[in-house]
């Protein structure tokens, strides 16, 4: 198994409400990523679990919560998000912080309203 | 800081050769990467080369690494039309634990 998944696909939300995003992968890599991705932009990093510990935060706003409930799962719970805060989040893996090869998921399409 | 710039279009014949380049600032770059994103996909790593390797191949891909002049690129044989795309070229350093994207380049494919 060499895949990164995430659930959901697609996901409309109000700035009210609360949602969260899933990724998983069997891979057995210790390090997890979340990127957020605007159109016709690059990915940009938002956290870095290492060891199921958070050691990257690139000073992302709270309203974005992540998550790490063992080795192959990672969240990110949204709560109050603002209508720009729409893009494609990717969920990577590499097998640890030292392994700079990242495999990425599909991404989850978020539209805020 | 570091940055890695790319030509944001290109466009290739059916079957001709493509040729994405690649320029990056930081010369502790230790690590080269190309990814591939599909519309509505999610990022694909195609191929990473280390900086003490000069050229890495792989099937239809060849990588070429200039560390002098701090340029990467990434040829595809025979181009098809399944491989238009965006290309990212990306690098990090071994004492940094995130990757720098460049701006991607679009491929795309005429008959």
């Keep these: 198994d060499t895949e990164v998944t995430q659930t959901p696909k697609h996901l409309v939300m109000g700035m009210t409400n609360k949602k969260s995003l899933k990724c998983e992968q069997h891979m057995g890599h210790r390090a997890m990523y979340w990127y957020k991705q605007k159109a016709k932009k690059p990915p940009e990093l938002m956290f870095v679990y290492s060891y199921e510990k958070l050691s990257i935060n690139e000073s992302v706003p709270s309203r974005f919560s992540p998550e790490c409930p063992n080795s192959s799962l990672l969240n990110l719970h949204l709560h109050a998000l603002q209508p720009e805060d729409s893009a494609l989040y990717l969920c990577a893996s590499s097998q640890d912080p030292t392994t700079k090869a990242q495999y990425f998921g599909p991404g989850t399409r978020l539209l805020v309203l | ?111």
Excluded at chain 2, 13 to 42: F, H, M
Excluded at chain 2, 82 to 109: H, M, N, P, Q, V
Aim: hydrophobic share 30%.
């Design chain 2, 1 to 111: 800081g570091e940055d890695v710039e790319q030509s944001l279009f290109l466009s290739v014949r059916e079957g001709d050769s493509s040729v994405i380049n690649c320029t990056y600032t930081d010369s502790s770059s230790t690590y080269l990467y190309w990814y591939k994103q599909e519309p509505g996909a999610g990022l694909q790593l195609l191929t990473y080369i280390f900086s003490n390797m000069d050229m890495k191949q792989d099937q239809r891909l060849t990588v070429l690494l200039n560390k002098k002049d701090k340029h990467l690129s990434l040829r595809i044989a025979d181009t098809q039309t399944g491989d238009s795309a965006i290309y990212f070229c990306a690098e990090s350093s071994s004492s940094a634990s995130k990757i720098i994207f460049g701006s991607g380049t679009r491929l795309s494919i005429r008959p």
